[in-house]
């Protein structure tokens, strides 16, 4: 049986916060599979920062658009109709998982013409399989799109949030209806679990986001450089990262915080930054390519993230691969990734006290932060190599489609699909 043509699908792509997204792309188009991308709305300008960005842009199938034309969106459904039953099936499956309310049932209707157009899209360019990333709107489409055509389909479920309003994106129905789910961590895994019949456990894999350790170097690091990346946002707790770095400035007078991302909270945490007086040691770098955030790694000498609700954090692999010691915060999947005290730090959320006691400890013993990056390094190549995690999914979509199963929660990444 030959590889799967897939299809990825997600709600924007490409983003400069999902190049994970990209990564797994690119590798499953390296083990043979021709992949279609996807995204429901078109990616604004601000995430196109790189030129692997903008050849994703411009390659990617945006279904929106397609939907905004009336004749594309009749001839799509005008093929769907003609299996009337599996039409009105997708059409009732669409109003008994709508979330509640006239708002509600709209969205759902709007979701049922972007997957008859994606669907058509889909059977157009011959793909067997369609693989989404984060499971709300865009897997609502995906799950509709497979009603109505057919196709088999899957997903990737991330959280933290969707497992905030779980019953408002039905993750029961498309767990349910799904050839099978990649959970990011087990810690997601147990919580699809907690809404979920037990029926359908065995088909919840554990898929890692992954990076490519070859990216980044582990080098000497003696600075006092400290690093976050990830989008300005009220979830991320920069402002105890702030408060961080200004009770720590007048003992390490070389303090330096650099933060590469964008978000609504940039111009109060600007803001902030002027209140302090620390402007000459926080600067704001804004979004940045894969290659730059390489590079920012690169010269930075600590890692932290102090968030208050994550997955897996992407950027905090890229940090151990780069070699950097980390500090970050105990929750959800990361205590998978980072072991405290032997390939980093990490304390509880929304404590601030001990998130500068770390950050001190962290800043005043070299030794230590070499430990933990060379740990840290290690953890990654082991557990959260791209490559493998791909070919790990391809494994999947393989099976599942060749037998309708595929047993373990993790691969023998030694053999092929």
């Not at 949030?161 to 019953?167: A, N, S, T, Y």
């Not at 037990?198 to 690093?227: K, Q, S």
């Amino acid at each position: 049986m030959s590889l799967p043509k897939l299809a990825y699908l997600t709600g924007e792509y490409p983003r400069a916060s999902d190049t994970f997204i990209q990564r797994e792309v690119a590798h499953l188009r390296a083990l043979g599979h021709d992949v279609l991308t996807c995204s429901i709305r078109t990616t604004g300008a601000e995430h196109l920062v790189g030129d692997e960005q903008r050849r994703e842009h411009v390659r990617t199938f945006k279904v929106l658009a397609a939907a905004r034309n009336p004749l594309s969106v009749l001839k799509a459904h005008a093929r769907w109709m003609r299996t009337p039953r599996r039409y009105l099936s997708a059409l009732r499956l669409t109003w008994t998982t709508s979330p509640k309310g006239l708002r509600g049932r709209l969205y759902n209707l709007i979701y049922f013409v972007e997957a008859g157009v994606l669907a058509a899209h889909l059977d157009d360019e011959g793909v067997t399989h369609l693989h989404n990333h984060i499971a709300k709107a865009s897997c609502t489409v995906a799950m509709l799109a497979g009603a109505l055509s057919g196709i088999r389909w899957s997903f990737t479920i991330h959280g933290p949030d969707i497992f905030f309003e779980p019953l408002h994106w039905r993750i029961d129905e498309k767990a349910a209806r799904a050839s099978f789910v990649a959970c990011i961590s087990q810690f997601c895994r147990s919580q699809l679990m907690c809404f979920t019949d037990a029926r359908h456990w065995d088909r919840f894999h554990i898929v890692h986001c992954g990076v490519d350790p070859e990216r980044y170097e582990p080098r000497p690091r003696n600075g006092m450089t400290i690093l976050f990346v990830g989008r300005l946002a009220p979830v991320k707790g920069l402002p105890i990262l702030l408060e961080a770095v200004a009770r720590l400035a007048d003992s390490y007078p070389d303090l330096q915080l650099d933060i590469i991302g964008d978000g609504p909270d940039r111009v109060a945490l600007e803001a902030e930054v002027a209140r302090r007086g620390l402007d000459e040691r926080i600067a704001f770098l804004g979004y940045r390519s894969q290659s730059e955030v390489a590079e920012a790694l690169a010269a930075a000498d600590i890692f932290a993230l102090p968030s208050f609700a994550e997955g897996v954090p992407v950027v905090l692999m890229e940090a151990m691969a780069a070699g950097l010691p980390v500090l970050a915060t105990r929750i959800a999947g990361i205590p998978e990734l980072v072991e405290d005290g032997v390939s980093g730090r990490l304390v509880a959320p929304g404590d601030e006290n001990a998130f500068v006691d770390a950050l001190k400890d962290l800043l005043g013993n070299a030794e230590r932060r070499a430990a933990y990056g060379t740990a840290g390094r290690a953890k990654v190549l082991a557990e959260f190599d791209a490559r493998r995690e791909a070919q790990w999914l391809s494994t999947l979509i393989y099976r599942y489609a060749e037998n309708g199963t595929c047993p373990g929660l993790r691969p023998d990444c030694e053999k092929s699909a």
